[in-house]
């Protein structure tokens, strides 16, 4: 269960957000809505330990802050929206990475490791590519190798900054089904960012809406997005519409907006 | 279950490294105005391990000549150029700067100001002069990395090489300033500067062997870091890797073993920055890999170059850092053209 308290953050004195209390139970996906600039990724980065800002993130109700940065990596796999991927490194050598957390600095990867690898590698069906480069790969393989670096860390908590943003649209689709998969599978829980909101809908158990330096929506994607919500906090024109088959679908719409209706809440 | 290699367990590129490495250093060893064949070589250097033999059959003079000349200007050869291209691979992975190399941080500038007051003040021949450019490479890189670590906010990386660029401009400045108002003294400084691996005796490579042994066994250990650094200090720092420290040991071990081969070799260029690219376009990225042939082939490549340079137009003695870069830089060229995909 991740916890965050009282949580604020602020670059060069600006205030990106302040007071922010949100609770993650295990098991959960929650994905962070907001328009550019809401400081979603800052929040994803502050849970990962990786932005050090004021405020209290606990996992299981131990503070991250407490944790040597080696622990935190043995529960914590963070992807950010544009993972590196260095060129002349291959895909096996790139997803043994993910063992860092259990390795000693001076330490190279055992036969457990390495079986542990190729497990995950088979797990997101990527064992074809092992030799190939990270540099080399399309848009799709290479979101299921960054994605087997994350899970070969065998975390608890997998935090996603915009997992889907470069893949198309099938890509997209294919990717949140197995980061669901692996949730389900491994117990997993997810924090992601996501712009495309109907996507997030499909998969998230919760949106929390931030904007403005705090969440001002939070529920079920039912509750979170309807087509004032959305118009007031992206200035965007939307129809929302239930799909008979469960769930919502956010579809923009050209016409302008309503005066007074975008409200650039800062 | 797949079966796949990876870097860790690519032992055959050891091997071959390692066969090469020994390769050069006979050539080395047979080749110069006297030829001594390898059976010579072999009775000369075995008898002096205590109880291994004699070298009763070979001539007084020719063990005079590898033992006293050639051995150890052929071992400082490996030392000098595996400790170069070993440091200038860690700096690129460290720096994440395609483009670093051993005297990145301002090593050049200090070493040139240290042996330039040495041999102002006490002639060419001076005992000093390893100590001065020993202790102006370091000077220098340690306020490279104060005024580059001082401003830590934001990148790290670029403000430790620009302040890098400054420290080196500063330094250069006071080397040409000493240079001028000592100018009987421009020949000594010029050739240090271009760099010579001659020596007298045993004496050089037992001084820089000690460093040169801490510093790529450091480096060497922490390879894999240098793997994890390249994914950039956030997801580095994301896998559990205390960056700032890491970074600071690796810089600390490259900057002392160059500081340390650069005093009794000068400044010979292109090894460090050229071989850890050849590497890489024959052999992959990975600094697991990269390491340990880093040191295998900077130091053949340096000894055959030594080589050349005795040989090229006895009896005189070609500048090895002319011989580096004239036959370096072309055959370089030839991978980058005909290893398609790699130079992007």
Do not use: C
């Not at chain 1, 994905?31 to 405020?55: C, E, F, H, Q, Y």
């Not at chain 1, 088979?122 to 030799?131: I, M, P, Q, Y």
């Not at chain 2, 490549?301 to 080589?307: G, H, I, K, R, T």
Request: proline share 4%; net charge neutral; glycine share 12%.
């Amino acid at each position: 269960m991740i916890r965050v308290q009282d949580l604020s953050a602020s670059y060069d004195g600006l205030a990106v957000f302040e007071g922010i209390s949100l609770t993650v139970m295990a098991g959960e996906w929650v994905v962070i809505i907001g328009p550019n600039g809401a400081g979603k990724s800052t929040l994803l980065r502050s849970v990962a330990g990786l932005a050090d800002m004021p405020g209290l993130v606990t996992i299981d109700g131990r503070s991250i802050k407490g944790l040597s940065a080696r622990h935190r990596a043995q529960q914590i796999a963070y992807v950010p929206q544009a993972p590196a991927l260095p060129a002349g490194m291959t895909v096996i050598d790139y997803v043994l990475l993910g063992r860092t957390p259990y390795l000693s600095i001076l330490g190279s990867e055992s036969k457990h490791d390495l079986a542990t690898v190729r497990k995950t590698l088979e797990l997101l069906a990527v064992s074809h590519l092992a030799k190939r480069g990270v540099a080399t790969l399309s848009g799709g393989e290479a979101q299921r190798v960054v994605l087997a670096r994350a899970i070969a860390q065998e975390p608890q908590i997998l935090l996603l900054d915009e997992p889907t943003s470069a893949l198309d649209l099938g890509k997209q689709q294919e990717t949140m089904q197995i980061i669901d998969d692996l949730r389900s599978e491994r117990n997993l829980t997810v924090v992601s960012t996501m712009h495309d909101l109907t996507l997030a809908g499909q998969f998230a158990d919760r949106l929390l809406l931030l904007n403005g330096g705090a969440i001002l929506a939070e529920g079920t994607p039912g509750e979170v997005l309807t087509s004032e919500t959305i118009a007031r906090h992206y200035g965007a024109n939307v129809r929302v519409i239930q799909d008979p088959e469960g769930g919502v679908i956010v579809v923009p719409t050209r016409h302008a907006p309503t005066s007074g209706a975008v409200d650039q809440a800062r | 279950m797949i079966n796949v290699e990876h870097s860790r367990v690519l032992l055959r590129w050891w091997i071959i490294a390692a066969v090469v490495l020994v390769g050069t250093v006979l050539g080395g060893l047979s080749i110069g105005p006297v030829a001594i064949g390898i059976g010579d070589i072999w009775a000369t250097i075995t008898s002096h391990i205590p109880g291994a033999g004699a070298a009763g059959t070979v001539s007084q003079a020719h063990q005079a000549i590898i033992w006293d000349i050639r051995l150890p200007r052929v071992l400082l050869g490996v030392l000098v150029g595996g400790m170069l291209a070993t440091a200038g691979a860690a700096y690129q992975g460290v720096f994440r700067n395609p483009l670093a190399d051993p005297y990145l941080l301002g090593v050049a500038a200090g070493a040139g100001l240290g042996a330039t007051l040495a041999i102002a003040i006490g002639g060419g021949g001076s005992a000093l002069l390893p100590v001065a450019a020993f202790v102006g490479a370091v000077v220098a890189a340690s306020l490279t990395y104060a005024v580059g670590a001082a401003g830590s906010r934001g990148n790290t990386v670029t403000s430790l090489i620009l302040s890098g660029v400054a420290v080196a401009a500063f330094l250069t400045a006071a080397q040409t300033y000493v240079q001028q108002r000592n100018s009987e003294t421009l020949r000594e400084v010029y050739s240090w500067i271009l760099g010579r691996l001659s020596t007298a005796g045993w004496s050089e490579v037992r001084s820089v062997l000690p460093y040169v042994f801490v510093a790529s066994a450091i480096l060497f250990a922490l390879r894999r870091m240098l793997d994890v650094l390249a994914l950039g200090d956030e997801e580095a720092t994301a896998l559990g890797m205390p960056v700032t420290r890491i970074r600071l040991i690796i810089v600390a071990a490259a900057t002392l073993g160059t500081a340390a081969v650069v005093a009794v070799s000068g400044l010979i260029g292109f090894v460090g920055i050229v071989i850890p690219h050849l590497l890489r376009l024959l052999f992959g990225a990975s600094y697991r890999l990269l390491i340990p042939l880093s040191f295998f082939g900077g130091g053949a490549f340096l000894v055959a170059a030594d080589l050349f340079a005795r040989i090229a137009i006895p009896p005189a003695e070609l500048p090895i850092g002319v011989i580096t870069a004239f036959l370096g830089a072309p055959f370089f060229a030839l991978i980058l053209r005909t290893r398609p995909g790699v130079a992007r």
